[in-house]
């Protein structure tokens, strides 16, 4: 596990220290809600990832994807391109805000970005060089990120800056693990079928095939 620089302890019991005010809901996913609050710990305002039914509701498969998000994060703390996790909280409560992530905050993401403006040429290159180096080393990590499309792309609008977010369907694996997938060497316990939006889906996930670092090329490409 990694050491939060905030106050913040990964899945230790302890009350949310966030004013929250009235939250403004950035995004809503199919577990979960990201909202922009102020966080009276870091003096600064911060994205908050929590899950969307009571903590006292929460299943197997949702608590087990929300860890596995925060094992990854931790595995990639530090790499370039990456947006950065603050921390992670299970509250005492039964409240929603009792068990998620605490995110930097950015402008927006660039599926939101490309609704209000066509970026000119050299923003384009720019922007795909970020996502590109962003991947290579996720995989130099042995990290799969496995769901890359428009909105899981943060962008800092005045500074062009690019970082990928959501890793609720990422994955870690071990150097042994990973050379395996990139032989093509099918682990049934490694990887997992029906990921990745289909609009950016690689045609080996598609068929249920093995599939390996490729997959998120592909999504880049379909991005650009």
């Not at 302890?9 to 577990?31: E, N, V």
């Not at 996502?131 to 909105?151: C, F, G, Q, S, Y």
């Not at 670092?213 to 991005?223: E, K, N, T």
Request: contains cysteine; proline residues 4%; hydrophobic residues 40%.
């Amino acid at each position: 596990m990694c050491a939060p620089e905030s106050p913040y302890r990964l899945f230790l019991s302890l009350s949310l220290s966030l004013h929250i005010g009235r939250p403004r809901a950035l995004a809503t996913g199919a577990d979960s809600i990201v909202y922009k609050v102020d966080d009276a710990i870091l003096h600064r305002r911060v994205a908050l990832k929590t899950i969307k039914q009571p903590a006292g509701d929460l299943d197997l498969r949702t608590i087990t994807r929300l860890r596995d998000e925060v094992r990854v994060l931790c595995h990639l703390r530090e790499v370039p391109g990456v947006v950065r996790c603050l921390g992670a909280f299970a509250g005492d409560g039964g409240d929603v805000h009792d068990f998620g992530l605490v995110f930097s905050l950015h402008d927006t993401d660039l599926a939101q970005h490309l609704l209000h403006e066509a970026p000119r040429r050299d923003c384009i290159q720019r922007l795909v060089t970020q996502l590109v180096d962003a991947i290579a080393w996720m995989h130099a990590r042995r990290v799969l990120h496995r769901d890359l499309k428009p909105a899981n792309l943060l962008i800092d609008t005045e500074t062009q800056r690019l970082l990928v977010c959501d890793f609720g369907l990422a994955r870690a694996f071990t150097e042994e693990e990973w050379t395996s997938i990139e032989l093509g060497l099918r682990n049934e316990r490694s990887l997992t079928v029906g990921l990745c939006t289909y609009d950016y889906r690689a045609p080996e996930m598609c068929m249920g095939a093995s599939y390996a670092s490729p997959i998120d090329v592909w999504a880049a490409g379909c991005i650009v």
